[in-house]
Nanobody, 123 residues
Framework: VQLQASGGGLVQAGGSLRLSCAAS????????MGWFRQTPGKERELIAR????????RYADSVKGRFTISRDNARNTVYLQMNSLKPEDTAVYYC?????????????????WGQGTKVTVSS
């Protein structure tokens, strides 16, 4: 499965962005999906994940109430709606997919990754 992330950019604090991650080459609805982010010198952080059906989601405390993960299996796409953005949300954002929802909290359980899209939030 190949993933193509898009939608990053520069936004002012308090603004919004929607990231998209389009999948190809596999059966998208077989996989749970996650969004991660990483800044230089820090570990990759899991911020949101969604089950293969879209029926269940989980969020990191750092984004809960501000970010929403969703998916459209008909379009083979997962989204991350980011509202009330803060400068500390600045990072490269990655989407990833895997088959083990029970271990989806662990980045090592993901089988395929997108290339990343950069989000910069100015103060």
């Amino acid at each position: 499965v190949q993933l193509q992330a898009s939608g990053g950019g520069l936004v002012q604090a308090g603004g919004s962005l929607r990231l998209s991650c389009a999948a190809s080459g596999g059966t998208f609805s077989d996989y749970h999906m996650g969004w991660f982010r990483q800044t230089p010198g820090k570990e990759r952080e899991l911020i949101a994940r969604v089950t293969s059906s879209g029926g269940s989601t989980r969020y990191a405390d750092s984004v809960k109430g501000r970010f929403t993960i969703s998916r459209d299996n008909a379009r083979n796409t997962v989204y991350l709606q980011m509202n009330s953005l803060k400068p500390e949300d600045t990072a490269v954002y990655y989407c990833a997919g895997g088959t083990s929802w029970g271990r989806s909290y662990d980045f090592r359980s993901y089988d395929f990754w997108g290339q990343g899209t950069k989000v910069t939030v100015s103060s």
